[in-house]
Each structure stands twice: as C-alpha cells, then as structure tokens.
C-alpha cells in the first residue's frame, strides 16, 4: 500500500499492540504505522518520520490519552536513560505483548495457523535482575560520570546515581568507579574526538555465589595507578576479580583484550545446581535467575532419557550443555568464541562432567567434522544470537537429521523463519513454544521451541 502521510506530518493515532522491538503499532484506515514512545491503549500526537510502501514510523510528541495499562515509572533516570523502555507499562501488559509477539512471528512468518504456543514465564523478578552491567564514561556537570547511553542516542551518555537493575553492591562499586575517576582527575574518552582515556566499566556479579568481578576498560597507556584502583575496588570484599582492559580502536567495545590487576581471574555463579566460571568477556546470560528457567525448560523438552547423543550448538560457555549432560550420552558443544570454549570445557572439570567435549567452531562449517567425530545427533540444542541460524547453519542444521531441535531463541521473527525452513525443506514440526521474559521494561523476549522431525524429506 503506498503511504497514505507524509514525513514530517502531525498525526493523531490510537496505539494498539507493541511490535517487535518495542515501538507501538496503530493503524490509518488499515494503513500501519509504528510510534516510537507509543504504549497500547494511549491515543498520542505523533509525528512522522520516516515513510515507506506498507507503513510509516512516527515519534509520540505527547499522550492525549493514557492508556490505562499505564504505570508510574520506579526509576529516576526513566526516559532519559535508554536502559529500560518500558517501566512505565504494567508488568502484566508487558508479558502479554511479548508473548503476542512470539505468536504474530510464528503465524505471519513461520505460516502457522494456530501456534502450540504455552503461556509466557514471567520473570521472577521485575527488578535487580542483572548479572552483567557495562556502563560508559562521560563528563558531566559535576565531573567524571558512569551511566549508559541516552534513550535514542548513539553518540550521548547520562550518568547514573542508582540503577535498578542492578544491586546495590553493583550500584555501590560503579560510585566508588567514577569517584576514583574524579579523584584521579581522569578524563572520559570522547567517541566523537577520539580524545580522553577512560572508556567503559565492566561489572559481573555471580548471584548465586555473591562473587563480583570488575574490568576498566581504557584508551591506550598507563596513566592511572593501579594499585591505588585496586585499593578501593577491595573495600568490596564480594570483588574477587579486577581487570583492565584497553580499547584501540574507535569501536565501541568492551570485549577487548584484558589483563588481571588483582585477584582470581575468574569468578564463579551457580547455574541449576553446577558451578560455572566467568571470565570478563565470556558469554552467560545476563538474568541468572530466569536462566535457570530456561535452561530448565530446554531439558524439559529435551526429555533426554540417558541414551541421547546431544549437540549443543552455539554452546557459549557450555551451560546447557552440561545443565544436558546428566540425563545424555554424551554432550557435543560447538561456539565460535575460543574463550568461551575454554570456559565450557573448564566448567565440564570444575563439574566432574565427563561427557559432554567442546570445540571451537562456526556452526555454519564445522558440523560435517563434527558428525564424523561425535556421530549422529539424537537431539540438537540450539542457541544462536539475534540473527538466528545464519549463513549455513540453518541447512546444516536440518541435514543433521536429529528426531528433536529444541531452539531458544532471543528474537521471534529469526525464529519463525527458521521454523518455516526446517518444516518446509526438512521434515520438522513445532512441538512447543514457551516465550520466556528474561528482561523486563525492555524490548527484548526470549523462547524455548520444540521442534520433532515427523517425516523424512
Ligand atoms: C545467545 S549466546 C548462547 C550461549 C549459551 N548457549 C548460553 O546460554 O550461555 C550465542 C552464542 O553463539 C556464539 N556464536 C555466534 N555466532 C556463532 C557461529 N556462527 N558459530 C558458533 N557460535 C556462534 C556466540 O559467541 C555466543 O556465545
């Protein structure tokens, strides 16, 4: 349909869903257009800003009418910081537009009629529910700040006095951070100029062990002393891990080479009853307590009964894997990052896991080597980033021929379109789905999908 605005037009709109993403959905005479700022059930004034053929973006320039799903945001920094989108939407109407989501995804792009979709697990906590914060120098009003980028900006960071979803140990070590900075008389790094020194603070907290690890991550040279860094991150007696990291390059980067400054060089969280190893850049997921839902739910579906050659692929540091290995044969992990394939065979060890062997690999190309080593796949785990199974690894994923794939997946439209491709050229057909909500007032939704090979193509 061609667009029935124009950019730049004031528009007033009725909001009735969140789409992928997180911008309101309302509709013009069936025309769709989707309003940054718009919740479900506000009629806002919008304007747009952007036309395309089939719809246009649009930004609410204020609420007419609130919707009555409407909250009042906990946060001091909401609107302002672009952490958390949407803590002014009722936890409720939050969980009921990601599982629409997932069920939208499954029926426009995977083109199933009725999804077996399960009722979405809501998040055990709303709030404080992050293992892993990376938070950006700045320079503000009263000298050096720490925060997270501005809601909409690339190019702006505001400072943080206290974020909620992190604890207050996390909030206590990033101030003692940037009060180290002020007092050092160090300068943040400015992205635009290239010029300034520090550039990110990395904080991991094990929250099933109450171990901390922190990572400065700098420009180039030694113009701190890092004793004195480690003096007063050690006042925290839970910080077992300190490390500096130094960024070259303009990107903005924190997964950079790093060196210990103090300390264990790895702390540790308990995950299902094991214990895993967490390096500075290693990958875990961020919300320790709904991993344990999801990973709980991925063996669920599994329903492994000890006889099962299980491939774990884009196995990260191994978690599900060996959360799999008692109830497998044997495990085969595959991941592209070679740290965090350290780590998952060094967690295998620290868990006297004896089957389950992890190797270093773009799934896309090492599967074929894989079989001839590990032999067929009874089940097929896989985990892969927004992108879903990209390249290659969808087909080789299908040619395994294993009779279960349980997929979680981080983003619904990639899923759905891989599901499309394993019923369609390979046989497969969703089982089950379970949206699972592993970060609340934002955008993002996870799912756990069952997939079980019906015929053979
Ligand atoms: C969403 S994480 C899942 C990690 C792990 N399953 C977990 O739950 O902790 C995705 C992982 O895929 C890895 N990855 C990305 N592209 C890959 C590829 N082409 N081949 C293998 N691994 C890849 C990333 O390094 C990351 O560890």
Redesign the pocket.
Known sequence: MASPVQKGQELELQIDSLAYGGNGVARLNGFVVFVRGGLPGDRVRARVTKTKRGFAEATAEAVLEPSPVRVAAPCRHFGVCGGCRFQDLAYEAQLEAKEQQVRDALVRIGRIAEPPLEPIVPASSQYGYRNKLEYSFTQGEAGVELGFHRAGRWDEVVGIEECLLTTDLGNAVRLAVRDWAREEGLEPYDQETGEGYLRHLVYREGRNTGQALVMLVTAPGERFEPGYLVDVLRRFEQVRSINWAVNDTPAERTNVPWKLLWGEDAIEEEILGLRFRLRPN????TNTEM?ER??ALAREYAALTGAENVF??????????LALAGGAKAVW?????EE?VACAIENAELNGIENASFFA??????LEELVSEAGRADVV?V?????GL??K?LRRTGELGAEKIVY?S?NPTTLASDVQVLRDDFGYELIRCRPVDMFPHTPHVESVSLLERTELL
Do not use: H, K, W
């Open positions: 290693a990958f875990m997921q991993a999801l990973y774990d692929l884009y196995c990260g540091t191994g978690t599900i894997g992990g595959v991941e592209i990052s965090s690999g773009n799934v896309g190309q090492s785990v985990d892969p980033p927004r992108a990209a390249g690894a979680i981080c």
